[in-house]
């Protein structure tokens, strides 16, 4: 007998095991991003994932509503709250993250930190600690894999749906269902566990809108609905009109943007007008490059910054150099997306970054710079390909021509100059708060052909506010008189006054370079920094 005790005992002590959470296994259970940073967090309401091992004794699915705290014997803790389950196994939970945690956020614009437990009847995990963000969206995917096909309908003028698939395109004017989690909080939440009704709809508080193709096209206009979905628990879905200039392909990619910052993962729909089965488009690709001097004008201590950066992308359909990849840059005049964070990484075929090989710039008096491409981040539409992104030498960067030269990776050798633009003289330190407007910045300077773009953060509020507006360069102030910035809160704001070439009366210089076929973009700007401004 003695055998087969032993054998019960080894048996009973496997099944006693505690749980484990896996160390980065708590993500969105859309886009499986992991749950760190203040907007890919955990989002309260949202649906997660839990990765690991020992985490339930069985495998079980919720089978009504409301949702329960405890199925197949686990329960799962986050911040001290009991969160509804969906899905249990023993190495993968999904839960709801308890509504009850936005009330532990000190504000959208910081984030908070919780612990993640799981207990069964072996005991309770150790903890895991997330972040926890008001909007982290991700979208969820055909797969299941959090890349790929999005989970997306297409809706037809009689209310009928499909899933879109390429040999079911949408058709440019068609509207389109997305669904996802973690879009940001909602008007008439439902309680934990339950679903969110039809009437009255749990709408969106923060969503701004949908990216097409890469970061060209932000759809806002034709939005009729962004919030929970009904008759689902944690579930979002944005119903909206596809743009009629929207890029079309079997793979155009999509993102969901939130006011308060945070940014999906891409995945794709097919888009061919007329519908049916999708076709795409020849691959383009082009680049930019932007030269940037930088100055903080009321701390001296603070040295001027001169840097290079540059991006190159190709994709089916582009039809012009974009900047996908800057994000964080200040400058309204610069085009592409620059102000929202980068959602979590995923490949789409198709679309590209060309790596040109080292960039070497020079200096009108000849003083060279050589730039070697470097890995960049592993977030959108990029996976890790080279990007361009350095400093330059204090000091380096003056009125005058620049040539940049580059070239035999993957385009051919080139050699392009850019005309680098006047700086303008500040005559005040401090922002001037007497005149009609809320903040004005006196200068003289400047000449034809350049602009200036005039910006304010609010820093530690409710979440950063910006607004910005655009003159015509000319000697006088530099405060618009029609600015009306929102009140701001928090720890105090910053104003950046950028002069930039004048794209409203021509268009930005573009050169031929060798397999770029949109050719390469060139940019330059002159920022003027007040920090640390109090409200």
């Known amino acids: 007998m003695r055998p087969v005790i032993s054998l019960l005992l080894l048996t009973v002590s496997l099944f006693a095991q505690k749980p484990v959470i896996n160390p980065g296994g708590v993500v969105n ?43 197949g014997g686990a329960s799962v803790s986050v911040g001290g709250f009991q969160a509804p389950l969906l899905y249990v196994s023993p190495g993968q939970i999904n839960f709801q993250v308890p509504h ?95 679903p969110a009704l039809a009437n009255p709809l749990a709408t969106s508080e923060f969503f701004s809108g949908v990216y097409f193709g890469l970061t060209d096209i932000l759809e806002t206009g034709n939005t009729t609905f962004a919030g929970e979905a009904p ?13 009629a200039n929207v890029r079309q392909g079997c793979n155009v990619p999509v993102q969901l943007n939130s006011f308060a910052g945070g940014l999906s993962q891409p995945v794709t729909v097919s888009i061919h007008s007329g519908g049916g089965q999708c076709a795409n488009p020849p691959i383009a690709g082009g680049g930019v490059l932007l030269l940037k001097r930088s100055i903080v004008v009321n701390d001296s201590t603070i040295p001027e910054t001169d840097t290079v950066t540059a991006s190159f992308t190709a994709s089916p359909g582009q039809t012009a150099p974009v900047f996908p990849k800057l994000d964080g840059i200040p400058g309204f005049g610069i085009p592409g997306n620059l102000f929202v964070t980068q959602g979590p990484a995923c490949p789409v075929p198709g679309y590209s970054t060309p790596n040109p090989g080292a960039i070497t710039i020079t200096a009108p008096g000849g003083a060279q710079v050589k730039v070697q491409p470097s890995p960049g981040p592993s977030t959108g539409l990029d996976t890790g390909t080279p990007v361009y992104q350095a400093s330059l030498p204090a000091g380096f960067l003056q009125a005058g021509t620049y040539q940049v030269s580059g070239g035999g990776v993957d385009t051919g050798a080139f050699q392009v100059s850019i005309d680098m633009g006047s700086p303008i003289q500040i005559l005040t330190q401090t922002p001037d708060r007497s005149g009609p407007h809320q903040d004005s910045v006196a200068y003289t300077g400047g000449q034809p052909g350049t602009m200036i773009v005039w910006e304010m953060f609010g820093i530690g509020g409710a979440f950063d506010a910006v607004c910005a507006d655009t003159i015509s360069l000319d000697s006088g102030t530099a405060g618009p008189p029609d600015l009306r910035c929102p009140p701001v809160g928090g720890t105090g704001y910053e104003i950046d006054v950028l002069v930039e070439p004048d794209y409203t009366t021509k268009p930005l210089p573009v050169v031929q370079v060798p397999g770029l076929s949109l050719g390469l973009q060139l940019l330059w700007i002159i920022e003027y920094r007040f920090i640390g401004l109090q409200p």
């Open 29 to 71: 259970a859309a886009s499986f991003a992991n749950a760190t940073g203040p907007t890919h967090g955990l989002v309260p309401g949202s649906i997660a994932t839990l990765f690991g091992k020992n985490l339930a004794a069985a495998t079980q699915s919720a089978t009504s509503f409301p949702l329960v705290p405890l199925l």
């Open 100 to 194: 009850e945690l936005i009330n532990s956020f000190p504000g959208c614009g910081n984030y908070y930190q919780a612990p993640v437990t799981v207990t069964t009847a072996a005991g309770a995990s150790d903890p895991v600690t997330v972040d926890l963000s008001c909007v982290s969206p991700g979208i969820f995917t055909q797969d299941g894999s959090g890349c790929g096909r999005g989970a997306i309908l297409n809706v037809k003028p009689d209310g009928t749906r499909s899933l879109n698939s390429p040999a079911d395109s949408a058709s440019p004017g068609d509207f389109i269902e997305i669904y996802g989690t973690g879009l940001d909080q909602s008007y008439n939440v439902p309680p934990d566990g339950v």
């Open 231 to 243: 008759g689902l628990v944690g579930v979002d879905q944005v119903d909206l009109q596809i743009p």
